[in-house]
């Protein structure tokens, strides 16, 4: 499955929504910020991981901008018997079929500083001034001068062959048109309407799917191109995302092919023009407005429900996390984020999302706007944002720690204690929690929420340890109680250095024997998760 994002008519308008407000330093980093995400697989659940100490994590419906048809749906509605015209007609409200009278489009299949061309046949190249130029079998390297085995040409150049020419080994069908800026070679593949649909239909959507969704996607990519053809330029569509997919010969199938003959030169019309069809992978149960989306009504793409795009593995998706540090540096703002909140629209896709940092400052973003920033798969998400605080810290046996931070409703504490699995420590406030443990030994906690786990705080547990004034000794007990416990009498000469050892008995009591004037500690580790503790510096006369 290929989900692209439609622009056709409305390409102003959704330019707008990615990039409007957005610095375009974001827009061209390409992609989501580094975070610390992982995932870790049980037989029955996927659980999503940061160990962030500050997470944003989104939850979501559908893959796609919602805008038109939808294609997961599309297959749900033909594998429950409707055919094609009906389910063009329920994603575009209002809608027609009727005849196509362009027969040939114009794809730009590549534009490089060198391309090769092939041919398994004998081939001809025409340049502007009518010369011909016969080629045998085999491969034609071309740079921007445009020369054919060494001699010059007047482009733009005509390329044809018995057989489809393979540019850069993808063969297509048609003629090939070449021309240069001087810089790049651009190759243009004037094609029947017809073979450029069945070199786009499998590249849109699975082979496999039921014939009448098959159909749908081809009167849908039928209709797209001819409402998208470009102006003012030496060809009529792009060969990929920009339009639709055009894979040429290689993306062909028999099942798709066959789509296109069964619904051949049809397309979709409203008001006796051709409609642009947008169409995306998944709504996530009902699809979107393009007045909502995009701030310009178009009659046939409004709201329309869509109860079997259920089978798709994005009707619902998430949790997936960012660290938030990440995303404040990507998104620029003044500060670490500590709150966000999302505005929904009629659909429930969130029309503007309201980024808090630590200085107060409130910057305003669009859904499309982060949605395109974070690479989120819709604009129907839900945000959280999970703080897990500190990160480390250390505390002596039978002391207590504040873990404080930010969770959403239902969320909890997980403990790992050292040696043992992760389990149950108690549910914290939604908002702003400060909650207090009393580890016994070193223990690892985090927040739980749904399949999501976020956060890593290390309380690390000292060994209490402490001393007895007695005749003759220095003596004392190191708690938590253990048997066995190594204990070091220190004495302070520049550095701790040891000057006797002995072990703890069952009730975790040591002794040694009084030592010679100075300044000394004892120094007992009892293992297990629980760190080394020290006595106060104490003198001896």
């Given at each position: 499955?290929?989900?692209?994002?439609?622009?056709?008519?409305?390409?102003?308008?959704?330019?707008?929504?990615?990039?409007?407000?957005?610095?375009?330093?974001?827009?061209?980093?390409?992609?989501?910020?580094?975070?610390?995400?992982?995932?870790?697989?049980?037989?029955?659940?996927?659980?999503?991981?940061?160990?962030?100490?500050?997470?944003?994590?989104?939850?979501?419906?559908?893959?796609?901008?919602?805008?038109?048809?939808?294609?997961?749906?599309?297959?749900?509605?033909?594998?429950?018997?409707?055919?094609?015209?009906?389910?063009?007609?329920?994603?575009?409200?209002?809608?027609?079929?009727?005849?196509?009278?362009?027969?040939?489009?114009?794809?730009?299949?590549?534009?490089?500083?060198?391309?090769?061309?092939?041919?398994?046949?004998?081939?001809?190249?025409?340049?502007?001034?009518?010369?011909?130029?016969?080629?045998?079998?085999?491969?034609?390297?071309?740079?921007?001068?445009?020369?054919?085995?060494?001699?010059?040409?007047?482009?733009?150049?005509?390329?044809?062959?018995?057989?489809?020419?393979?540019?850069?080994?993808?063969?297509?069908?048609?003629?090939?048109?070449?021309?240069?800026?001087?810089?790049?070679?651009?190759?243009?593949?004037?094609?029947?309407?017809?073979?450029?649909?069945?070199?786009?239909?499998?590249?849109?959507?699975?082979?496999?799917?039921?014939?009448?969704?098959?159909?749908?996607?081809?009167?849908?990519?039928?209709?797209?191109?001819?409402?998208?053809?470009?102006?003012?330029?030496?060809?009529?569509?792009?060969?990929?995302?920009?339009?639709?997919?055009?894979?040429?010969?290689?993306?062909?199938?028999?099942?798709?092919?066959?789509?296109?003959?069964?619904?051949?030169?049809?397309?979709?019309?409203?008001?006796?023009?051709?409609?642009?069809?947008?169409?995306?992978s998944t709504s996530g149960g009902r699809t979107a407005s393009a007045l909502e989306s995009t701030g310009i009504a178009v009659p046939y793409l409004v709201p329309v429900a869509d109860p079997y795009?259920?089978?798709?593995?994005?009707?619902?998706?998430?949790?997936?996390?960012?660290?938030?540090?990440?995303?404040?540096?990507?998104?620029?703002?003044?500060?670490?984020?500590?709150?966000?909140?999302?505005?929904?629209?009629?659909?429930?896709?969130?029309?503007?999302?309201?980024?808090?940092?630590?200085?107060?400052?409130?910057?305003?973003?669009?859904?499309?706007?982060?949605?395109?920033?974070?690479?989120?798969?819709?604009?129907?998400?839900?945000?959280?944002?999970?703080?897990?605080?500190?990160?480390?810290?250390?505390?002596?046996?039978?002391?207590?720690?504040?873990?404080?931070?930010?969770?959403?409703?239902?969320?909890?504490?997980?403990?790992?204690?050292?040696?043992?699995?992760?389990?149950?420590?108690?549910?914290?406030?939604?908002?702003?929690?400060?909650?207090?443990?009393?580890?016994?030994?070193?223990?690892?906690?985090?927040?739980?929420?749904?399949?999501?786990?976020v956060g890593l705080a290390k309380i690390a547990v000292a060994a209490r340890v402490a001393i007895t004034a007695s005749q003759g000794a220095v003596s004392g007990n190191v708690r938590p109680a253990?048997?066995?416990?190594?204990?070091?009498?220190?004495?302070?000469?520049?550095?701790?250095?040891?000057?006797?050892?002995?072990?703890?008995?069952?009730?975790?009591?040591?002794?040694?024997?009084?030592?010679?004037?100075?300044?000394?500690?004892?120094?007992?580790?009892?293992?297990?998760?629980?760190?080394?503790?020290?006595?106060?510096?104490?003198?001896?006369?």
């Open positions: 499955m290929i989900c692209v994002r439609r622009l056709g008519l409305l390409a102003a308008a959704l330019a707008a929504l990615a990039c409007g407000g957005l610095a375009s330093a974001v827009l061209a980093s390409g992609g989501a910020p580094a975070g610390t995400t992982s995932t870790a697989t049980t037989s029955t659940t996927t659980t999503a991981v940061s160990t962030a100490p500050s997470v944003i994590a989104f939850t979501g419906h559908g893959w796609g901008h919602g805008l038109g048809l939808s294609q997961w749906g599309a297959y749900g509605y033909a594998k429950h018997g409707w055919t094609y015209d009906r389910i063009l007609a329920h994603y575009y409200p209002g809608t027609t079929l009727g005849q196509a009278t362009v027969k040939t489009v114009r794809v730009l299949v590549a534009a490089e500083k060198k391309v090769t061309l092939s041919s398994l046949l004998p081939w001809t190249v025409t340049d502007s001034a009518g010369a011909k130029t016969k080629l045998d079998p085999g491969d034609l390297k071309l740079g921007a001068a445009l020369s054919v085995n060494g001699t010059a040409t007047q482009p733009p150049l005509v390329v044809t062959s018995k057989q489809p020419v393979l540019v850069d080994g993808h063969a297509y069908r048609g003629k090939l048109m070449l021309s240069t800026d001087g810089r790049l070679v651009s190759v243009v593949d004037a094609v029947a309407l017809e073979q450029y649909v069945k070199g786009v239909v499998p590249a849109e959507m699975p082979p496999a799917w039921s014939p009448e969704a098959l159909k749908a996607q081809a009167v849908a990519a039928r209709s797209y191109a001819l409402a998208n053809l470009a102006k003012g330029r030496p060809f009529d569509l792009y060969g990929d995302t920009r339009s639709q997919v055009y894979g040429g010969v290689a993306a062909e199938t028999q099942a798709t092919n066959a789509a296109v003959d069964a619904t051949k030169g049809q397309v979709v019309l409203y008001g006796g023009k051709i409609a642009d069809t947008l169409f995306f795009d259920t089978l798709s593995p994005y009707h619902d998706w998430g949790p997936v996390l960012f660290d938030a540090a990440a995303v404040a540096k990507q998104l620029k703002l003044s500060g670490a984020i500590v709150g966000i909140s999302a505005t929904n629209g009629a659909s429930g896709r969130v029309k503007t999302v309201e980024l808090t940092a630590d200085d107060d400052s409130v910057v305003t973003f669009t859904g499309n706007q982060l949605r395109t920033a974070l690479g989120l798969r819709s604009t129907w998400f839900a945000p959280a944002l999970l703080q897990l605080l500190p990160a480390t810290k250390t505390i002596t046996y039978g002391g207590a720690v504040s873990l404080t931070g930010s969770a959403p409703d239902g969320a909890s504490l997980e403990a790992k204690p050292y040696g043992l699995d992760w389990t149950p420590a108690g549910d914290v406030a939604a908002g702003s929690f400060a909650e207090i443990v009393k580890p016994q030994s070193t223990t690892w906690y985090r927040l739980a929420w749904g399949d999501a786990r253990t048997a066995g416990a190594p204990c070091r009498l220190q004495q302070q000469a520049g550095a701790w250095a040891t000057v006797a050892t002995t072990a703890t008995d069952a009730a975790g009591a040591w002794t040694f024997p009084a030592p010679a004037s100075g300044t000394y500690r004892v120094r007992c580790a009892p293992g297990h998760g629980v760190a080394a503790g020290v006595t106060a510096a104490f003198a001896v006369s």
